[in-house]
């Protein structure tokens, strides 16, 4: 199993460009989850989805948007990339509302 | 004020020599409090569930354990591969859904 795989690794957009991070999960997770991590801070939730066709938002939603229309993808838009969208992005999945897989993460800068 | 605090921030540690890091919380309807392990850019590997006070974990040279306000995760004889962050994690029910919020880790440091 390769668990969650993220695409890119690495990115670099200039303000006001849009672009999707990829997820996929290949261990039927129903749940599955978007992070950003910012130096010195905790995990935040965007957005989470419990199964195909629905999604929540999380804590910090603004400026992404999510779909679900598989049990394994679970991608990531942002639209007009800002300066304060500069994170390290990760997806995660779990069978449960409980432990989480995360995949390797997404490091995005915008200039 | 943040519903999950870690302590401390960093810790650095002579191979061999145990230590504890600390997860507190302020949060009302516990419903897990998780332990995660993160090395350098890398995502976040699970580790333990605690669900209930008294509960207790182990994998190798950690030990995690709960009480009704905190956790610990106890690393005895550490050795340099354990160097990492180290991340907890509260599942609980607030506004009529459950929640789940992160601390800031404890960059852990093990030198040989």
């Known amino acids: 199993n390769a668990g969650v795989t993220q695409t890119p690794k690495f990115r670099i957009l200039k303000i006001g460009q849009s672009m999707t991070l990829q997820c996929t999960q290949d261990m039927n997770h129903n749940y599955m989850y978007w992070y950003r991590q910012d130096p010195g801070m905790g995990l935040k939730l965007i957005y989470y989805?419990?199964?195909?066709?629905?999604?929540d938002k999380g804590e910090v939603p603004n400026g992404y948007n999510v779909s679900r229309s598989t049990t394994e993808d679970f991608p990531l838009r942002l639209e007009l990339a800002a300066p304060s969208q500069t994170s390290v992005y990760f997806c995660?999945?779990?069978?449960?509302?409980?432990?989480?897989?995360f995949g390797p993460g997404t490091r995005l800068t915008v200039t | 004020e943040d519903q999950v605090t870690q302590s401390p921030e960093a810790l650095r540690l002579q191979e061999g020599e145990s230590s504890s890091l600390n997860c507190s919380y302020t949060?009302?309807?516990?419903?897990?409090l998780f332990w995660y392990r993160q090395d350098p850019g890398k995502g976040p590997e699970f580790l333990f569930t605690l669900y209930s006070a008294g509960e207790e974990k182990e994998k190798e040279r950690l030990k995690a354990t709960l009480t009704k306000k905190e956790s610990f995760l106890h690393i005895t004889a550490p050795k340099p591969e354990d160097s990492a962050t180290y991340l907890c994690?509260?599942?609980?029910?607030?506004?009529?859904?459950?929640?789940?919020?992160f601390g800031k880790g404890t960059k852990l440091t093990v030198n040989p």
């Open positions: 995660a999945s779990s069978s449960r509302a409980y432990e989480q897989y």
């Open positions: 949060v009302s309807g516990l419903r897990g």
């Open positions: 994690a509260v599942r609980y029910l607030g506004s009529g859904s459950e929640k789940l919020v």
């Open positions: 989805s419990v199964g195909a066709g629905i999604t």
